[in-house]
């Protein structure tokens, strides 16, 4: 395993759901089966996947015992997880770089996605009160 295997899925190049969807995968579960096995609905696994939403700490834990990861390394890439896709392994270096870089960016866009949306939120209590 090289350096970008063990840093493919850490916090500052992926997020939860990239995580959450990749030891999925690994796993061979859809998102049905999944679903049908923690006992929620398919939007809630889309969500968690998506980071449009995020599991409380029941269904996390029952998570990572289904999809056989620790969970830090759903929260943050670090611990016991999946390694590097397939897929990835075989792309060359520098299309590697690139999509590092993509991943790295969408990371980044959603830690200011949400930086904004706190900041809003504070105008908008700063001007009601």
Same mark, same amino acid.
């Given at each position: $395993? !090289?350096?970008? !295997?063990?840093?493919?899925?850490? +916090?500052?190049?992926?997020?939860? @759901?990239?995580? &959450?969807?990749?030891?999925?995968?690994?796993?061979? $579960?859809?998102?049905?089966?999944? =679903?049908?096995?923690?006992?929620?609905?398919?939007?809630?696994?889309?969500?968690? #996947? =998506? !980071?449009?939403?995020?599991?409380? =700490?029941?269904? &996390?834990? $029952?998570?990572?015992?289904? &999809?056989?990861? +620790?969970? $830090?390394?759903?929260?943050? @890439? #670090? @611990?016991?997880?999946?390694?590097?896709?397939?897929?990835?392994?075989?792309?060359? *270096?520098?299309?590697? !770089?690139?999509?590092?870089?993509?991943?790295?960016?969408? =990371?980044?866009?959603?830690?200011?996605?949400?930086?904004? +949306? *706190?900041?809003?939120?504070?105008?908008?209590?700063?001007?009601?009160?």
């Amino acid at each position: $395993m !090289d350096e970008t !295997d063990e840093n493919w899925y850490s +916090s500052e190049i992926a997020t939860f @759901g990239d995580r &959450l969807a990749a030891a999925r995968e690994h796993s061979g $579960m859809s998102p049905q089966n999944l =679903a049908k096995r923690l006992g929620v609905k398919q939007s809630t696994i889309r969500g968690w #996947e =998506a !980071d449009t939403n995020e599991p409380r =700490a029941n269904r &996390l834990s $029952m998570l990572a015992g289904l &999809l056989n990861v +620790s969970v $830090m390394w759903l929260l943050t @890439g #670090e @611990g016991e997880g999946v390694g590097t896709p397939r897929a990835e392994r075989n792309v060359p *270096e520098e299309i590697r !770089d690139i999509l590092i870089d993509i991943r790295t960016l969408r =990371a980044t866009l959603k830690d200011t996605t949400e930086k904004l +949306s *706190e900041l809003e939120k504070r105008l908008i209590e700063r001007l009601n009160s």
